[in-house]
């Protein structure tokens, strides 16, 4: 069975030449950068290499990356740390209600010790409404952590005129852009960013790998204390080799982005328009335009999306239905929820996040198994056949579809 992988927004494969790059740093390349010693100093220098080459990727200067282990704790760092630096400023976050668990969890546990969290709403297509967002802050206010890419509909927020309000306020901004990095241009100095954080197993690098940009002169209570590694930013000895691969990965996406990415979106506009010419009642979740160009997200009314998940398993196809950390989960996708997506809609909606190793008879293979598939399972859904359907009001919705 061929193995078609559509669900690079969980996860991409660490690309060749990185794992290549990375080899010698788990054998004769083994010091320890902060050593002082022929291994040490042979070691630190592709430490910094790697930094420079994350800080090009987004017009970053190279003194502001920290490495850290993952998106998730760069998402803590910059929030916890901030809250912390400027706890004399005041106790109040802006977010939005469609952030990851990394951001979202955070602020709750925030909430519980004391500090408030307004978690701006969106509309039907995933979109912030800037209005409300500016609306929002106040003198109490400390931080606006807003994301650049969604990674469930992959919806874009407009980060520069984000950054750009608050700039006016004074307000500190953090931007959650594990989505976006080397899938769109990110660029900090345009989008007054303050902290921006990225994370290695999205681009071409392995797991367990991540950054964080931290503006030049920016505050900041270290997350883990200890060591005086990444100028006291980030204590903990240097994972040299994931962070050598995600420097190259960083090279790599900024010189294949611009090409890749419209390949990427053709073959996914070729996937959305495929399966909804073929596929009765189904709904695009996510802004129609402002999108990241790899990612579809669609309900399939009448149908379970683990179902069609497990069906797809079954011929090589994976993709997904939420974001992998709630997949498991029963509850609908939080991020659907809060665009209002009626809740059976919600449960079938599936996720297909393309990548530059995806063919066109990859896609025309979906297009060609996937209708047959949610045929059968409409033909066999209590929802579907339920002979009730004008007296309900999800059948009446997913009628209208
Ligand atoms: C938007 C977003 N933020 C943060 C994370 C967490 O990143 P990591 O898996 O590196 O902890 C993810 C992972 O899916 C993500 O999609």
New binding site residues.
């Given amino acids: 069975m061929n193995h078609i992988y559509l669900d690079n927004?969980?996860?991409t494969p660490v690309r060749p030449e990185v794992l290549s790059a990375m080899l010698p740093y788990f054998s004769e390349q083994f010091g320890n950068p902060s050593s002082v010693h022929w291994a040490g100093r042979q070691v630190s220098g592709a430490l910094e290499k790697a930094r420079a080459q994350v800080a090009t990727l987004i017009n970053a200067s190279p003194a502001e990356i920290v490495f850290v282990s993952?998106?998730?704790?760069?998402?803590n760092m910059a929030i916890l740390g901030t809250l912390d630096a400027l706890s004399d400023k005041g106790k109040h976050i802006i977010t939005t209600a469609v952030?990851?668990?990394?951001?979202l969890n955070t602020c709750e546990y925030l909430e519980k010790r004391g500090y408030s969290v307004t978690y701006l709403p969106v509309d039907a297509d995933g979109m912030l409404d800037l209005v409300e967002l500016e609306a929002a802050i106040t003198p109490e206010t400390v931080l606006l952590s807003v994301?650049w890419?969604?990674?469930e509909t992959g919806t874009l927020f407009p980060i520069a005129e984000i950054g750009a309000i608050a700039k006016k306020h004074q307000v500190r901004f953090h931007c959650?852009a594990?989505?976006a990095v080397g899938k769109v241009p990110v660029d900090v100095q345009a989008a007054n960013v303050d902290l921006l954080?990225i994370?290695?197993?999205?681009l071409g690098a392995p797991?367990?790998i991540?950054a964080i940009y931290i503006r030049r002169g920016t505050k900041l209570t270290p997350l883990l204390h200890g060591g005086h590694q990444e100028r006291n930013r980030r204590a903990g000895t240097h994972n040299v080799p994931s962070i050598v691969g995600l420097g190259l990965a960083c090279e790599l996406a900024g010189q294949e982005m611009a090409e890749k990415s419209v390949q990427i979106k053709a073959l996914r506009d070729h996937l959305e328009a495929g399966l909804f010419a073929a596929v009765p009642q189904i709904k695009l979740n996510g802004h129609p335009t402002e999108r990241l160009p790899n990612t579809l997200n669609v309900s399939f009314a009448w149908i379970e999306g683990e179902s069609l998940l497990m069906s797809l398993d079954m011929k090589g196809i994976a993709a997904s239905s939420g974001?992998?950390?709630t997949s498991g989960s029963l509850e609908p996708s939080h991020v659907l929820g809060a665009m209002c997506v009626e809740v059976t809609l919600a449960h079938s909606s599936t996720r297909f996040s393309l990548g530059a190793n995806n063919t066109v008879e990859e896609i025309d293979y979906v297009i060609e198994i996937l209708p047959p598939i949610v045929q059968r399972l409409r033909d066999m859904s209590p929802l579907y056949n339920c002979g009730k359907v004008d007296a309900c009001e999800s059948c009446d919705t997913l009628k209208r579809l």
């Avoid at 993952?70 to 998402?75: H, L, Q, Y």
């Avoid at 994370?199 to 999205?202: L, M, T, V």
């Fill in positions: 927004n969980a996860t993952c998106g998730s704790e760069g998402d952030e990851h668990p990394a951001v994301m890419a969604n990674n959650d594990v989505q954080v994370s290695g197993h999205k797991k367990g991540g974001s992998a950390c």
